[in-house]
Every structure is written in structure tokens, then in C-alpha cells.
């Protein structure tokens, strides 16, 4: 059966999360033809994150101020006794938590503002012919792009197509979602740290006075009875809830983290991926965000010569290998992590951050100003955004 063709385009972008968004806009920006698929009917259903945006990312980045919620400077952790728990306050506003429904819905409009052609319910199959395979809601089509972006997620299909590196470390995480039950809270982020709740990694309460979140991830095989079964038990007697009642209807999100670290292999002289696609999530705290948007400004740039110049050799300049590199020690942390296997070795490990050096290194790591790494642009990237007048249109 003869497949529909869609008109051709500079840059096919796979997945509208925010860094396919931010990719597709800032291209559209720059004057090329984007489209860009998700396979979301609405990209305000099927929120995964927790939507954490830590400092450097509100201090870079121009999001929209009534998208976010109040700022969060206290972070406490606790063993898995939930007893004697250290807590950490900052001067400065550490985290804020986004409405990541409407900011996909504001980054939806900015894309088609700038011109993006936006698939919804659209799923990219592969490639056919030196064609792009997409199944939309009136059945398969085909387009001819010059690049294509995976924007996919943890388990990209774009990353399969173009033979790419794929993530192979992954957690999984579940939490609920629902209003603050009081706005007289200190907006406080309290983390467990017990491999029976989440191997691997923490279980949390996020509550800033808006909203509360309880949630766990850890290794999927790790879990004895199941993810959602270790939710309902931590959500039963969690830290930080001081005995409030969980109302009936709560919003309950889902899915895939991968913690292996920057992917080495993320472009080819076809495309490249971003965000989750790429591992470009914090191996230690699962932070995503800010790699994410940092990430799409590196991808914009070389894309953007690429496709000013017609050579593809620029995407050689987008390299995980280099760029893990930076990443040593908190990979090295994320095996200390995943080794922790009974409450008797956390607790262990946990007494370390009484004192003065692990409260110093707790707040390095929590509070930090470290993030993905922001390479120089090349002397080439520069003439051209140089020579065609244009400039990065993303805030920092």
C-alpha cells in the first residue's frame, strides 16, 4: 500500500517534551522548516516528571513565572528509620517545582508561533527509502527530512533508526500528585533513602505549598512486590506528610529514568538526540531538566550550521564521549548508589552525613551549581551565526 508523503522539511523533531520543544522552536527561530512529532493526542496528558527545576536552570533560563511554583530551600533526608533526619537550608531559592502540563502547552504555542509544524498523535516508526516513517491518525506517512532529532524519551525509537547509543541503565519511578492540604507549609523536598521503598535510588515528598508529591524509583528488578505496591506503602507512613489526609483523586505519573550517564554516541551525520534520549540525566539525583534545556541550546547550534553550510560533519562536534567525561564522579557515586542493598548498609552509609564533611558534600551535591557541561562554540559555528546575523534565541 502506497504510504501518504508529507512535504519535505529541514529538521524532523520526534517527542515535544521540553527539549524537543526548545529544539524546534529555536531552529524555527533561526529561519528552518521544522515538524515536529509526538505521539501524544495532548501533550498535557501523560505528565512523567516531577517538573524540579534547581537553581542555575532559574537563573539561566527565561521560564514563565506563572508555571512555577514557590521557591524550596530546605532539603531533608532521612534513613530508613525515618528517624534523626538531617536537613540542609539554603540561602537561596533552590528548587521550584513547574506545571509541566502547561508549560508543554505554552511551549506548544511558542513552536507554532515560530512557525513549527506540530504532529500530534503521531508515532514515528523508522525509516523506509531514505524516508522517515510516521504513523498519524489518518495512518502512515512518509517525509524526506535532512536531519532528524530523537526527543523520544528513555527509550528512543529515533536512537534505534539511526543506529545510536541507547540507554541501558534505566530506573523506574511512580509518584501522586495532588493539592496541598495547607499553604502554611515551609516548602521542603524530604528524601528516603531505603533500598526495600526504592533500591537504588530515594523515595520522596515534595511539598511546596501548592502541590504535594509522593514518589519512589529504584531498580525495576529490585523490587520484590512491584512499583506501585512500594508507592502505596511509602505513601502510608511518609516522612514530611505530618498526618494529612490524601484525598480520593490524585493525578498519578509514571516511567522510565535512565542513570547511566551521557550516551557516547549521540549524533551521526543524519541527526542527533536530546534530552532523555541522549542520557543526558544526572547519573546521582535523576535531574533532568536543566540537562535538557542546556543540551538543546549545544544541539540548535551545530544543527543550525549544518544545515547553513550543507556540511554534516558539524553534528561531530555534538559528542557524548567528551562530554561524559565531565560526568566521572557522579557516575562513580551513582555505583556507590546502587550497591546500597539493605536498610543495615543505607543506615551505614546514611551516619556519614552527620557529620561536618558529609553535610559539606550533601550540600555540594543537592545544592550545587554544577550541571550539563557548556562547551565553547567552534570557530566555524560562530562565523555562521556571525555572518547570517542571527543568535541564540533561548534565554540563559
Same mark, same amino acid.
Given at each position: 500500500?502506497?504510504?501518504?508523503?508529507?512535504?519535505?522539511?529541514?529538521?524532523?523533531?520526534?517527542?515535544?517534551?521540553?527539549?524537543?520543544?526548545?529544539?524546534?522552536?529555536?531552529?524555527?527561530?533561526?529561519?528552518?522548516?521544522?515538524?515536529?512529532?509526538?505521539?501524544?493526542?495532548?501533550?498535557?496528558?501523560?505528565?512523567?516528571?516531577?517538573?524540579?527545576?534547581? +537553581?542555575?536552570?532559574?537563573?539561566?533560563?527565561?521560564?514563565?513565572?506563572?508555571?512555577?511554583?514557590?521557591?524550596?530551600?530546605?532539603?531533608?533526608?532521612?534513613?530508613?528509620? /525515618?528517624?534523626?533526619?538531617?536537613?540542609?537550608?539554603?540561602?537561596?531559592?533552590?528548587?521550584?517545582?513547574?506545571?509541566?502540563?502547561?508549560?508543554?502547552?505554552?511551549?506548544?504555542?511558542?513552536?507554532?508561533?515560530?512557525?513549527? +509544524?506540530?504532529?500530534?498523535?503521531?508515532?514515528?516508526?523508522?525509516?523506509?527509502?531514505?524516508?522517515?516513517?510516521?504513523?498519524?491518525?489518518?495512518? !502512515?506517512?512518509?517525509?524526506?527530512?535532512?536531519?532528524?532529532?530523537?526527543?523520544?524519551?528513555?527509550?528512543?525509537?529515533?536512537?534505534?533508526?539511526?543506529?545510536?547509543?541507547?540507554?541501558?541503565?534505566?530506573?523506574?519511578?511512580?509518584?501522586?500528585?495532588?493539592?496541598?492540604?495547607?499553604?502554611?507549609?515551609?516548602?521542603?523536598?524530604?528524601?528516603?533513602?531505603?533500598?526495600?521503598?526504592? !533500591?537504588?535510588?530515594?523515595?520522596?515528598?515534595?511539598?511546596?505549598?501548592?502541590?504535594?508529591?509522593?514518589?519512589?524509583?529504584?531498580? !525495576?528488578?529490585?523490587? !520484590?512486590?512491584?512499583?506501585?505496591?512500594?508507592?502505596?506503602?511509602?505513601?502510608?507512613?511518609?516522612?514530611?506528610?505530618?498526618?494529612?489526609?490524601?484525598?480520593?483523586?490524585?493525578? +498519578?505519573?509514571?516511567?522510565?529514568?535512565?542513570?547511566?550517564?551521557?550516551?557516547?554516541?549521540?549524533?551521526?551525520?543524519?541527526?542527533?538526540?536530546?534530552?532523555?534520549?541522549?542520557?543526558?540525566?544526572?547519573?546521582?539525583?535523576?535531574?533532568?531538566?536543566?540537562?535538557?534545556?542546556?543540551?538543546?541550546?549545544?544541539?540548535?547550534?551545530?544543527?543550525?550550521?549544518?544545515?547553513?553550510?550543507?556540511?554534516?560533519?558539524?553534528?561531530?562536534?555534538?559528542?557524548?564521549?567528551?562530554?561524559?567525561?565531565?560526568?566521572?564522579?557522579?557516575?562513580?557515586?551513582?555505583?556507590?548508589?546502587?550497591?546500597? +542493598?539493605?536498610?543495615?548498609?543505607?543506615?551505614?552509609?546514611?551516619?556519614?552525613?552527620?557529620?561536618?564533611?558529609?553535610?559539606?558534600?550533601?550540600?555540594?551535591?543537592?545544592?550545587?551549581?554544577?550541571?550539563?557541561?557548556?562547551?565553547?562554540?567552534?570557530?566555524?559555528? /560562530?562565523?555562521?551565526?556571525?555572518?547570517?546575523?542571527?543568535?541564540?534565541?533561548?534565554?540563559?
Amino acid at each position: 500500500m502506497l504510504r501518504g508523503q508529507l512535504p519535505a522539511t529541514d529538521v524532523l523533531v520526534v517527542g515535544a517534551g521540553l527539549a524537543g520543544l526548545r529544539t524546534a522552536t529555536a531552529l524555527a527561530r533561526r529561519g528552518h522548516d521544522v515538524v515536529l512529532a509526538d505521539r501524544r493526542t495532548r501533550l498535557d496528558a501523560g505528565v512523567r516528571t516531577t517538573g524540579i527545576f534547581v +537553581r542555575r536552570t532559574l537563573e539561566d533560563f527565561d521560564l514563565p513565572e506563572r508555571h512555577l511554583g514557590p521557591p524550596i530551600r530546605r532539603m531533608v533526608l532521612y534513613p530508613p528509620s /525515618h528517624r534523626r533526619p538531617v536537613t540542609l537550608d539554603s540561602p537561596r531559592d533552590e528548587y521550584r517545582v513547574g506545571d509541566i502540563a502547561a508549560l508543554y502547552r505554552t511551549g506548544a504555542q511558542e513552536a507554532a508561533d515560530a512557525g513549527v +509544524r506540530l504532529l500530534l498523535g503521531t508515532r514515528y516508526t523508522g525509516r523506509s527509502d531514505g524516508r522517515h516513517v510516521l504513523d498519524g491518525p489518518d495512518g !502512515p506517512v512518509e517525509i524526506r527530512a535532512r536531519f532528524v532529532i530523537g526527543a523520544d524519551g528513555a527509550r528512543s525509537a529515533v536512537a534505534r533508526e539511526l543506529g545510536l547509543d541507547r540507554n541501558s541503565e534505566l530506573l523506574v519511578g511512580a509518584e501522586e500528585v495532588y493539592p496541598s492540604p495547607t499553604r502554611d507549609v515551609v516548602p521542603a523536598f524530604h528524601c528516603v533513602v531505603d533500598p526495600r521503598l526504592a !533500591p537504588g535510588y530515594l523515595a520522596w515528598v515534595l511539598d511546596d505549598g501548592e502541590h504535594t508529591h509522593v514518589g519512589v524509583a529504584g531498580y !525495576p528488578a529490585r523490587y !520484590p512486590h512491584g512499583l506501585r505496591h512500594a508507592l502505596r506503602d511509602f505513601a502510608a507512613n511518609a516522612p514530611g506528610l505530618d498526618g494529612t489526609r490524601r484525598p480520593d483523586a490524585v493525578e +498519578r505519573r509514571a516511567g522510565p529514568i535512565p542513570v547511566g550517564g551521557l550516551l557516547r554516541r549521540i549524533s551521526c551525520p543524519d541527526g542527533l538526540l536530546v534530552g532523555d534520549a541522549s542520557g543526558a540525566v544526572s547519573p546521582l539525583t535523576a535531574g533532568g531538566l536543566d540537562p535538557c534545556l542546556r543540551q538543546a541550546e549545544q544541539a540548535v547550534d551545530v544543527l543550525d550550521e549544518a544545515l547553513q553550510t550543507g556540511d554534516r560533519s558539524a553534528l561531530t562536534r555534538y559528542d557524548g564521549a567528551t562530554l561524559r567525561a565531565r560526568f566521572r564522579g557522579r557516575l562513580a557515586l551513582r555505583r556507590g548508589l546502587s550497591l546500597v +542493598r539493605t536498610p543495615a548498609v543505607a543506615t551505614v552509609a546514611f551516619t556519614a552525613l552527620r557529620n561536618p564533611l558529609g553535610r559539606a558534600a550533601a550540600q555540594r551535591i543537592l545544592f550545587g551549581h554544577g550541571s550539563f557541561p557548556d562547551p565553547k562554540p567552534s570557530p566555524a559555528g /560562530h562565523a555562521v551565526r556571525t555572518a547570517t546575523g542571527t543568535a541564540a534565541d533561548t534565554a540563559r
